[in-house]
């Protein structure tokens, strides 16, 4: 075994301080001498850190940073060091399996996608293909989603398509698009190296990018270091690095923003020429947010009126500044009117589109950024406009196809209207690839409901048996990261090749190969009679993609796969005029609002109404940066006698997602086995509770129980990571979306898991329960167990390492 450091302890790694260039440090972690590497890319969170995977016997032994890749040099995280051991789990999928007399049973490749699609053809007769929807995920390559974009648009013309990008990043597309026109982010990675102040909105990067993280530090112990300023109610890691640290109380990041605006309007602070001749809209932002002086702030969010003075005043004297945001921000109430705030704040400062500045309104998946490139989050493929018709005939000429099967008659389905149209009945086939709801969605006993109605064919493709999985009708295995070739691309539009390494186990298959296949044997036609997909292996579907983007913002269309594997990243655009990418867009400060460029004509902030083309061609920026305004509004639910505690949900630094590969290595797991409830050190004496003692938790939807871990939270607040469910073997209620509200933001869809009422108590080890729901689920999980080999794997039931 070969390890450049403990990463579980050691998190971050060693300091190599700097200004301007950050230095390489290469990391490493092997349990055996590889005998090949393979280039590739981490897939466990937006940050897509280039690594190579060393390969031994047919079988992934390590991983080790590359240390010519632009977005680590060299570095990975604790996530990335380890849950690659999830390829090698002895309880991966390995067969189809068809649901006979309410039981999975295994099936042949033939069986399975026949079954799909004769029931794919019954319902498009009976019902038309709009009772046809995809969930789909952050997780799968350019060529998938592309594919899976294809055919659910010109070859279904179905407008139900979404994915779990819409828990996570729906809100940094929306706002880039109601600020600068369309989704893309405007700066880039290399801009935290030289820039004078980071502000941190919402966002925990030291847990949930670790190895962007490692640069901040790396830059906070260099020569001239950026000032930091963080909003998060919760004191974190990256909040004790903080200058300073604004903790507002759940949903009031509106209030919080406007009041820096206000101040920095009132200071002066701002760049009347670049406002002029590049935005539209002060004077409403300006009648907008005098009103929230520092006093009226501090009222509504809690932050002492000198600390946001302190953070305005840094924030006017900074000369270059980068802002992020993350859940904190997207997950919360007013959703994309805060992450609009903070674009507001670089425009109105003139801070983008050069050296140390830009807003990176942060992704949370590997490959989210593509979900809603190519339109498998329902809207079009490379940012066109649905709701513009020179858009639509531009795609159905690339497609070949007549434009009416594309559908653009009113905006794509979201997730949580998916779901809606599953439960009452409109949709009665769901196909859900590489996504875990039955975890991650709001409101959990509403979404197990929805799930295993018996009207609604559900078809589940995942490498494990997961609590979705297993209600599947069809359950198809599939191949994962290092086992198939693909492209993907990060937050700061880093495009990153990932080549198999390894052969997947027993039958399953890419992701790729299971939609190609539905594509053939579906038969979908183009308008000449030709097959719709053209192309038969990844490297077919990525020339296919580059079309699709050419001249659009995201061109991919200088890239090849030959290009990509020789150096380690390529950000987009990159085409005839930037052979090598670029390093940011909007350098000319033209941004992408015109009304043919477009990929949206807008939303009331507060409604959601979308502005109508008429509406629009009226006010047409032509180029010019929406500088959009939003009074605060209160979130839908907030504390009361009866339920007395805002709760909010995030991660923890050792998990991703629902833990469905981070729990499946034993380091990560150990480290963090189990869900627990952060509160405060005012509330939890007031209430009796101790470090370790068992609390019940429960709002108006349902309960859960865990183990309380004192201190770090602002009073009134509780935290709890959403990670945990019940497939390794634990079936007291512990997720923490049992307890979460059915509410999204108007223009985004984003659901809101950042704050619910909810009330605490006290209980006794004896106390402790397993839900009847989830204790029905262990039945399941062990019937299914003998058929994927894992008994010996001590993973799945009981098996609590
Ligand atoms: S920071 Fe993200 S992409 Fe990089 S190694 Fe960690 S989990 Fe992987």
Not at 234 to 252: N, S
Not at 607 to 632: C, M, N
Not at 681 to 689: K, S
Request: aromatic fraction near 8%.
């Amino acid at each position: 075994m070969h390890e450049t450091r403990d990463s579980i302890k050691d998190i971050w790694g060693e300091r190599t301080p700097y200004y301007g260039s950050w230095p390489e440090r290469v990391d490493e972690r092997t349990l055996e001498e590889p005998e090949r590497w393979v280039q590739s890319a981490c897939v466990l969170c937006s940050n897509d850190c280039g690594m190579d995977i060393g390969v031994k016997d047919g079988k992934i032994v390590g991983v080790r940073g590359r240390a010519v890749d632009r977005v680590n040099h060299g570095r990975l995280g604790p996530k990335g060091l380890h849950a690659w051991e999830a390829n090698n789990s002895p309880d991966r999928l390995k067969y189809p399996m068809i649901k006979r007399n309410g039981k999975l049973e295994q099936a042949s490749w033939d069986e399975a996608m026949e079954l799909i699609v004769r029931r794919s053809r019954e319902i498009i007769e009976k019902h038309t293909s709009n009772a046809i929807g995809f969930y789909t995920t952050g997780q799968l390559f350019i060529e998938e989603y592309y594919t899976l974009g294809v055919i659910g648009k010109a070859g279904l013309g179905t407008p139900h398509m979404d994915g779990n990008t819409r828990l996570c990043t729906a809100t940094a597309a929306a706002s880039l698009m109601e600020s600068f026109g369309s989704d893309g982010q405007p700066g880039s990675y290399s801009d935290l190296d030289t820039t004078e102040l980071v502000m941190l909105a919402g966002h925990n990067m030291s847990n949930t990018q670790t190895v962007l993280w490692t640069r901040i530090l790396d830059r906070l112990s260099g020569p001239r270091p950026p000032v930091i300023i963080v909003i998060d109610p919760r004191k974190t890691w990256t909040a004790a690095k903080a200058d300073v640290h604004l903790a507002p109380k759940a949903g009031t990041n509106v209030a919080v923003l406007n009041g820096l605006q206000n101040l920095l309007i009132e200071m002066g602070k701002i760049d009347p020429e670049f406002i002029t001749q590049h935005t539209t809209g002060f004077e409403v932002l300006k009648e907008t947010v005098k009103s929230y002086t520092p006093e009226n702030v501090e009222k509504l969010t809690g932050i002492p009126e000198g600390d946001l003075r302190r953070a305005a005043q840094l924030i006017g004297e900074a000369k270059s500044m980068v802002s992020t945001c993350l859940q904190g921000v997207y997950q919360s109430n007013q959703a994309t009117a805060a992450a609009c705030q903070v674009n507001n704040i670089h425009l109105l400062r003139g801070m983008l589109g050069r050296q140390g500045c830009g807003v990176l309104q942060m992704n949370g998946q590997p490959t989210a950024q593509n979900t809603r490139e190519t339109g498998c989050d329902g809207a079009l493929p490379a940012f066109r406009n649905w709701d513009n018709p020179s858009h639509i005939e531009e795609l159905a000429r690339i497609w070949n196809v007549n434009p009416v099967i594309i559908p653009h008659w009113s905006a794509p389905t979201h997730a949580m209207q998916l779901f809606r149209y599953c439960e009452e009945g409109s949709i009665k086939m769901l196909w859900i690839s590489a996504t875990n709801p039955a975890v991650s969605m709001p409101d959990l006993a509403r979404i197990r409901e929805i799930l295993d109605k018996r009207d609604l064919f559900l078809v589940v493709q995942d490498a494990f048996l997961t609590e979705t999985s297993h209600r599947a009708d069809v359950l198809l295995p599939a191949a994962i990261w290092g086992e198939k070739t693909g492209t993907f691309t990060n937050v700061d539009r880093t495009v990153h090749i990932s080549y198999k390494a390894v052969e997947p186990p027993g039958e399953a298959r890419s992701d790729l190969d299971i939609f190609l296949d539905y594509a053939r044997r579906m038969e979908f036609k183009d308008k000449d009679g030709q097959p719709l997909i053209k192309w038969k292996d990844p490297e077919g579907a990525f020339e296919a993609w580059k079309v699709c983007t050419k001249g659009r913002m995201c061109d991919y269309s200088g890239m090849t796969y030959e290009k990509l594997s020789k150096g380690s990243g390529i950000q987009w655009p990159c085409n005839e005029q930037f052979p090598d990418g670029a390093e940011r867009i909007y350098t000319d400060f033209h941004f992408n609002t015109g009304f043919e460029d477009c990929e949206t004509f807008g939303h009331d902030l507060d409604t959601g109404a979308v502005t109508s083309p008429q509406e629009y061609k009226a006010i047409d920026p032509e180029g010019k940066a929406w500088l959009r305004a939003a009074d605060f509004h209160s979130p839908h639910e907030t504390p009361d006698e009866e339920y007395p505690f805002w709760l909010t949900t995030g991660r923890v630094v050792y998990h991703f997602h629902t833990r469905t590969k981070t729990g499946r290595s034993k380091e990560l797991y150990d480290a963090a086995p189990d869900a627990f409830l952060q509160i405060s050190e005012t509330d939890a004496p007031r209430l009796g509770i101790k470090e370790g003692d068992w609390v019940e938790v429960t709002s108006r939807r349902g309960m859960v129980q865990m183990q309380a871990a004192v201190g770090n939270i602002e009073p009134g607040h509780l935290f709890i990571p959403f990670h945990y469910g019940y497939w390794d073997g634990d079936f007291r209620p512990r997720a923490a979306n049992e307890l979460t509200i059915t509410e999204w933001d108007p223009v985004s869809k984003q659901p809101h898991f950042k704050y619910a009422a909810v009330k605490i108590s006290k209980i006794s080890p004896q106390q402790l329960s397993e839900d009847p729901d989830k204790k029905k689920q262990k039945g399941v999980f062990q019937s299914i167990s003998s058929l994927i080999d894992t008994i010996s794997g001590a993973i799945l039931i009981g098996g609590r390492r």
